[in-house]
């Protein structure tokens, strides 16, 4: 069982924006704003594109957003494409012994 | 260009040992703590051992505590990771992480993993 809780998976369509939220506690989201996100497409490696709540990497679409609610982090993703159909992960800082707490992953379908 | 090159994956029987390396370039190596991350064919995400910039200091998750070792060796720019009495539950793709798993400041590179297949 993942420390931070996700969605098992979210649908959406081209053009419309789809929001994926990150539930963790005290110990991580709630006290910290050290939150990343993850993609992954099938078979490849995991690609950084929100570090620090709400900070994008160079190169990364601007169409990706994040933000922090108390213990809830949240992804936004506008204007869907075809493309960003793949998983998404949150992960954290955490005060316990852990060098990190991973979300169970949501899968984003692009109809 | 910062790149992570995770070796040593395949195919091993049940209770045999397996080890990975994993060369890294384009960044100062010797300076970042790094880290082993695997995960299970359908599954998400689980770190498995986490090693600090000058090796001397060394994590694990009780779930591998006492099969699974990490190691690095800074002269090469390598990191290793031992896996002994291998289980069908070891089988994913391991991939070598550097810097931080929750990607502080951006600082977070990850390699393009490596298969490992326990099975007689």
């Known amino acids: 069982q993942s420390a931070l809780t996700q969605i098992a998976s979210v649908s959406g369509s081209p053009g419309q924006s789809i929001t994926i939220s990150c539930i963790g506690t005290?110990?991580?989201?709630?006290?910290?704003?050290?939150v990343a996100w993850l993609q992954q497409h099938p078979g490849k490696a995991p690609k950084l594109i929100i570090f620090?709540?709400?900070n994008r990497p160079s190169g990364v679409s601007n169409r990706f957003s994040g933000s922090k609610s108390g213990n809830t982090a949240s992804l936004t993703i506008s204007g869907l494409q075809a493309e960003d159909e793949a998983d998404y992960y949150c992960?954290?800082?955490?005060?316990?012994?852990?060098?990190?707490?991973f979300g169970g992953g949501t899968r984003l379908n692009v109809l | 260009q910062i790149q992570l090159v995770e070796s040593g994956g395949g195919v091993v029987q049940p209770g045999r040992s397996l080890r990975l390396s994993c060369g890294a370039s384009?960044?100062?190596?010797?300076?970042?703590?790094m880290y082993w991350v695997r995960q299970a064919p359908g599954k998400g995400l689980e770190w498995v051992a986490a090693?600090?910039?000058?090796?001397?200091?060394?994590f694990y998750p009780d779930s591998v505590k006492g099969r699974l070792t990490i190691s690095r060796d800074n002269s090469k720019n390598t990191l290793s990771l031992l896996i002994t009495s291998l289980r069908p539950e070891d089988t994913a793709v391991y991939f070598c992480?550097?810097?931080?798993?929750?990607?502080?400041?951006?600082?977070?590179?990850w390699g393009q993993g490596a298969l490992v297949t326990v099975s007689s």
């Open positions: 992480v550097g810097a931080g798993l929750y990607c502080g400041s951006g600082r977070c590179w």
């Open positions: 384009g960044f100062s190596f010797s300076s970042y703590s």
């Open positions: 090693i600090s910039y000058d090796g001397l200091d060394k």
């Open positions: 005290s110990s991580d989201i709630g006290n910290y704003n050290a």
């Open positions: 620090d709540v709400n």
């Open positions: 992960t954290s800082y955490t005060s316990t012994t852990e060098p990190v707490v």
